[in-house]
């Protein structure tokens, strides 16, 4: 076989791996969406069961409130009991209730508030069914100890107007009124049913053209039903969270989900042993620096499988941005202060930190910018420009994010494997850092393809993180949110 054909058939295999690669990230993201609507379905149906709902909140500091704070005067301490609010005036404070999503007060009106007051303690709830509507204030109610507040049976006013009980909640608050120098410790807050419901079941799969019909049905339900919503499977992510969004929207309790059981360790096994395989992670990061492999090959490939294991871990097991994520961030913290390790000892090699000289090094990479601005003016939606503060903080992330790929990984890559196969892994582990937003991992696969390329012949970071924040940035002003780009969230936060 001459020359030319070799070349030929490198790059036939080139094309069918990289167009095997586009197919495949957005099944894996929409299995990774399935299986999180999965598991978030059953829990919600888990406490339902428990006649509980999925609202509750558990107050130990002022970080477990919205804004981390109270509002008002007023002094915080925590304690082992919970959070301890001593009022310093007269005047009333407020304390909102985070929410990850609307609360239903239709089919969970009662809100259970944990509390221990040294005196008499003034209760007053703040409720806004959408962020941008009005708020829904009802009367105070006298409390000594913990609280059951029927939401449906309180007086209720809106612009200083009587009104209707609110339904729902976008925002949650409470407002708070205690003699001056007397404390309360809060503990907790949950939302419960007000009458029994029944066992939630999953629901027949609707079709697309019908869930409109199946949201007119499961709003004729009373309060002791949960309608429970089960999509069909062969969607794409964004348009599966488009599905879950609009049945929520019509009723705050919907289920939205599959009803198959999954297999699972427990909470605090699952813990302990993400705890063990930190510890060991972290160990192996400190051996492996202190004691690398004398073989150039594999001292190559074990470098690189630590340096993507901590980031993948953290993203592609979709923890960021999540109550767990405290080990998983620990252990990308962890591969990052490795990575920097290893730049510091190959301090005398070529290190991409330089500016880019000549005009072809800094406009190669920034050949994506206007591809890039094509597809968001296709979107059908208005600009968002970002301030400059979103500008800086992207080109700085961007910066770190191909510091990891293409000076670390990226050149150890290219000592194991040609240099069309190195760039190849490298763009796969930039759209899976990327999980589960399929479109934008498709995106960042394609990008990052062209921008290893960029770098294996110009060796120079700097242009090509400029032009990723540009291209994302244009992305995010002009494509998310539209029916393709959900977002550019990525982890557990694509969810959201």
Known sequence: MGSTSRRVLAAAVFLGAAALALTLLPG???????????????A????????ASPW???????EDLVAGRVFGEVSQATSPDGLVLRSEESSPFEMGLPLARTADLTHAGRLHILMKPEAPVSVQLVVRERLDGPAFVSDAVLGSTDLALDTPSLNWSADGHPSVPPTRAAMLRLRLQLQPGKAVV????????????????????????????????????DSRQIPWLVPTASQRAENL?????????????????SGAPHPGLPAWASQRLAAVLVIFYVLALIWLWRRPPTRPGLRAGIETAGLLAGPLWL????????????????????????????????RHAPYGLRLATGAERWLTPFLLLPVAIVLAMGAERNWTAPDQLRVLTYIAWA?????????????RLHRLLPPAAAMFVTALAFALLHTPNGALMQMCFIAELWWAWCYYRGRTLVPIAVAH???????EAGLAGSSYLRSLEVSARFFL
């Open 28 to 42: 894996l993201s929409t299995w990774l969406t399935w299986r999180e609507l999965a598991q978030t379905a059953q």
């Open 469 to 475: 924040a540009a291209c994302a940035l244009v992305l």
């Open 56 to 62: 509750h909140w558990t107050i130990r500091r002022p």
């Open 315 to 346: 993203v592609a097991g979709l923890h960021f941005g999540t109550a767990d994520i405290p080990l998983p961030a620990v252990a990308c913290v962890a591969a990052l202060a490795f990575g920097a390790l290893l730049a510091w000892r190959d």
């Open 399 to 411: 910066f770190v994010q191909q510091w990891l790929l293409l000076q670390l990984v990226g050149r």
């Open 44 to 51: 919600d149906a888990a406490s339902w069961s428990r006649q």
């Open 241 to 257: 969270l488009h599905w879950r969004d609009r049945a929520r929207d019509a009723i705050p309790a919907a289920i939205v989900g």
């Open 186 to 221: 809060f503990s907790g807050a949950s939302l419960e049913p007000m009458a029994p419901v029944a066992r939630p079941t999953p629901g027949t799969p609707p079709r697309t053209h019908s869930l409109g019909a199946w949201i007119d049905a499961a709003g004729r339900l």
